[in-house]
């Protein structure tokens, strides 16, 4: 029976000890880094040198009971993520392997999975700053008052979309913007050889969960955020007249291109019970034509968030080309989001305008902006 117990707890040990290794993989291990399920894991041979330490590996098991007990152990997924604070402790970032199911018709990642990922991220570093689990990244305050956080605005753009098994490494922080919200900003790479592939930045509101009516950020809120926000501005978009503060302007009925009457999925809800932000990207796209289908692909979206949506509402949505500007491409240079960039004339791309409203009402839910490049030849 003592050495039943003795294997019972080496065993146990070993299995903990390789979930924290797991979140502390060094770079030139990332070939194996996979989602392996908990299931799959093998624990290593049980040898006499390892029996020689199994004491002390035992007095490890108990203070981490005691720290259990007193509420303070590291849960399982964050032991498990590829993602951690920054070294100051100002910023999170964390590294995905795009998943078979998360690519589209051109073998790289949708734009709806760049979106996806970049709200994950952003939830993680949330809760690793220890705001709550039960929202996304609600403060104790918020939770007191029944108050969320609701997109107003996002704005992503893509120069090199990942493709199947890449593996990108995501950089978000957050920051104070005026009385009215935080705004949070992305910096996406190749992990592989530290491009940056990916930008992104979006503005946020305080809404209550009761009344779904918006209210001013409180200096309690305030107060308990943005001592983990950049004690001076970061923008990943640090240049004059970026794309990300363009204002978008309305459509005009009747729009060139139009999908009618499409309604939410209950899979598109969230847990703040209202249709996902990042299921209005899909609907944009869906009054997309065909044709710039397969022979674009996007490289910027731009969306302001109106209204609401719930999940008996009814959408239309409403494409046409945006009138005729001098039409470019922003390549990125440098790797950390500070970086100057320069632009290059790209008379192949298009720009769209994008309306979304309620069926039969025609209340503005959503208006966006969206630029194609012409679609490599090497694919």
């Known amino acids: 029976m003592l050495l039943k117990s003795v294997l019972t707890t080496a065993y146990n040990v070993d299995h903990w000890r390789a979930s924290d290794q797991c979140r502390f993989l060094s770079p030139d291990s990332i070939s194996i880094r996979r989602r392996t399920p908990i299931s799959r894991w093998r624990s290593p041979t049980f040898s006499g040198n390892y029996a020689n330490g199994v004491n002390a590996q035992v007095l490890g098991v108990k203070k981490e009971m005691e720290r259990e007990r007193e509420g303070e152990k590291t849960s399982l997924a964050e032991k498990l993520r590829l993602g951690s604070l920054t070294e100051d402790g100002l910023s999170y970032k964390e590294k995905f392997i795009v998943r078979c199911y998360e690519v589209g018709i051109n073998k790289t990642a949708t734009v709806e999975t760049i979106a996806n990922l970049l709200q994950e991220v952003g939830g993680?570093?949330?809760?690793?700053?220890?705001?709550?689990?039960?929202?996304?990244?609600?403060?104790?305050?918020?939770?007191?008052?029944?108050?969320?956080?609701?997109?107003?605005?996002?704005?992503?753009?893509?120069?090199?979309?990942?493709?199947?098994?890449?593996?990108?490494?995501?950089?978000?922080?957050?920051?104070?913007?005026?009385?009215?919200?935080?705004?949070?900003?992305?910096?996406?790479?190749?992990?592989?050889?530290?491009?940056?592939?990916?930008?992104?930045?979006?503005?946020?509101?305080?809404?209550?969960?009761?009344?779904?009516?918006?209210?001013?950020?409180?200096?309690?809120?305030?107060?308990?955020?943005?001592?983990?926000?950049?004690?001076?501005?970061?923008?990943?978009?640090?240049?004059?007249?970026?794309?990300?503060?363009?204002?978008?302007?309305?459509?005009?009925?009747?729009?060139?291109?139009?999908?009618?009457?499409?309604?939410?999925?209950?899979?598109?809800?969230?847990?703040?019970?209202?249709?996902?932000?990042?299921?209005?990207?899909?609907?944009?796209?869906?009054?997309?034509?065909?044709?710039?289908?397969?022979?674009?692909?996007?490289?910027?979206?731009?969306?302001?968030?109106?209204?609401?949506?719930?999940?008996?509402?009814?959408?239309?949505?409403?494409?046409?080309p945006e009138p005729d500007e001098d039409t470019a491409v922003t390549k990125v240079i440098g790797t950390n989001g500070h970086a100057a960039a320069v632009t290059e004339a790209k008379d192949d791309s298009l720009k769209f305008l994008h309306f979304l409203r309620v069926s039969g009402q025609g209340l503005e839910i959503n208006r966006g902006r969206t630029e194609w490049r012409k679609k490599s030849e090497k694919r």
Not at 210 to 219: A, F, G, I
Not at 263 to 280: E, F, G, I, K, T
């Open 124 to 320: 993680n570093h949330a809760q690793s700053v220890g705001f709550s689990t039960d929202g996304f990244a609600t403060t104790p305050t918020m939770r007191k008052m029944h108050l969320i956080w609701v997109t107003a605005r996002m704005h992503i753009e893509i120069y090199r979309y990942p493709a199947w098994s890449d593996v990108v490494e995501i950089e978000t922080w957050c920051q104070s913007e005026g009385r009215i919200g935080t705004r949070r900003d992305w910096i996406i790479k190749d992990f592989a050889t530290d491009e940056v592939i990916g930008r992104a930045t979006s503005k946020w509101v305080m809404m209550n969960q009761d009344t779904r009516r918006l209210q001013k950020v409180s200096d309690d809120v305030r107060d308990e955020y943005l001592v983990f926000c950049p004690k001076t501005p970061r923008l990943s978009f640090p240049e004059e007249n970026n794309k990300s503060m363009k204002k978008i302007s309305k459509l005009e009925d009747p729009a060139q291109h139009s999908r009618l009457g499409l309604s939410p999925r209950r899979a598109d809800l969230d847990m703040n019970q209202h249709v996902n932000n990042v299921a209005y990207i899909g609907w944009v796209l869906e009054s997309i034509p065909k044709e710039v289908l397969y022979t674009h692909e996007l490289e910027t979206i731009t969306l302001d968030y109106r209204r609401e949506c719930q999940h008996d509402d009814v959408v239309d949505s409403l494409t046409s």
